[in-house]
């Protein structure tokens, strides 16, 4: 098969000196003068309106326990510990350097940390977690990347992860095209957090099913190509997801599954600064550039909220 395994972990562990090349929704609406703030109905951080949309389906006064993976710079937690002080909360992240991040971002909070590569964290570890978070970065686990009459590849890690393929269409009947790329890091992380029964899941990333039709931005519209396509980036790849899948495998833990476009979790402000930088054919200026590029990323990621039936075992 001319499948290779695309993987981030050694640019995680060795390259990154930066996040600033890979500018996440969450982090450009961190600062208060941020322009993307403009373009939306709440001038607040992205963690703080996702607490709030949050809010309407999970309990946070009964949680005591938080785990982020892959928590980057580290602002979302930041907003949930002052919106909710009583969380004890524990950061993963391969990254020393953004571990460090983290660590200086969350000072006067007392959160644990630990470099560790999530796919390694065992299910046990993992049981004692009341609501798990992953922003916008399921696209950096590992992706088996289709190309045809490429070599066939002999390393142990593609071996154990085309022989998986198998198991996802028996486990949960998940059909793949004969040539599309698999996600297979992230059905590993939703089958893990699923596996461990932990009560609340929080996911979002780029997503390959989702699209934009709307007669205010004629020239951003897009389809969906509906497998998950090569997002190339400063030092490495990444891969948009095929969400269906993660509904799949949730549901069949037992898990109710909420799904939408970030645009649901940080609605628009259709403002006539906003309404004439979607009618421009090309951005007339920076602020312009600006605001069309973040309102293509709040329908080209999708999220999913994932609740576990306590009623049914397993
Ligand atoms: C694109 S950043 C997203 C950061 C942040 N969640 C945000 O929304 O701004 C990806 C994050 O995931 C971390 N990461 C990537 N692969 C990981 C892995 N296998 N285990 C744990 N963390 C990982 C990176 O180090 C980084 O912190």
């Given at each position: 098969?001319g ?32 322009p993307?703030r403009?373009?939306l ?12 949309f ?11 326990t ?53 796919l ?9 977690f ?32 085309l ?32 596996g461990?029964?932990?009560p ?6 780029h997503s ?28 490495h ?16 833990f ?43 990323d ?17």
């Open positions: 098969m499948y290779f395994l695309n993987t981030t972990d050694d640019y995680h562990i060795h390259t990154l000196n930066s996040l600033g090349w890979e500018l996440t929704v969450c982090n450009a609406l961190y600062p208060e003068d941020s993307c403009l373009v109905r709440c001038n607040e951080s992205f963690g703080t309106q996702l607490f709030r949050l809010g309407d389906k999970i309990p946070f006064e009964h949680l005591n938080v785990l982020e993976i892959g928590g980057g710079l580290g602002y979302v937690m930041k907003d949930f510990l002052t919106l909710a002080p009583h969380l004890q909360a524990t950061m993963v992240d391969i990254s020393p350097l953004l571990l460090q991040k983290q660590r200086e971002t969350l000072t006067e909070f007392p959160v644990n940390f630990r470099e560790m590569d999530f390694k964290m065992s299910i046990s570890d993992l049981r004692s009341d609501l798990a978070i992953l922003n916008e970065n399921l696209g950096d686990f590992p992706t088996l990347v289709f190309q045809q009459n490429h070599p066939e590849q002999n390393d142990p890690d593609t071996i154990r992860s022989s998986r393929i198998a198991d996802y269409q028996k486990e949960y009947a998940l059909e793949f095209t004969p040539t599309e790329n698999i996600n297979i890091g992230a059905l590993e992380v939703v089958e893990k957090l699923c461990a029964a932990i609340y899941i929080y996911l979002s990333e390959c099913e989702a699209s934009l039709s709307n007669p205010q931005s004629p020239h951003l519209n897009f389809t969906s190509p509906g497998t998950p396509e090569r997002i190339s980036l400063q030092g790849a990444e891969f948009t997801i095929k969400f269906s899948h993660l509904q799949t495998i949730a549901r069949a037992h898990y109710k599954v909420f799904r939408g476009q970030y645009v649901y979790i940080l609605p628009i402000d259709f403002n006539e600064k906003v309404k004439a930088a979607l009618r421009s054919p090309t951005p007339l200026t920076d602020e312009q550039e600006i605001i069309q590029q973040f309102v293509y709040l329908y080209k990621y999708e999220y999913l909220v994932l609740i576990k039936d306590s009623k049914k075992k397993g």
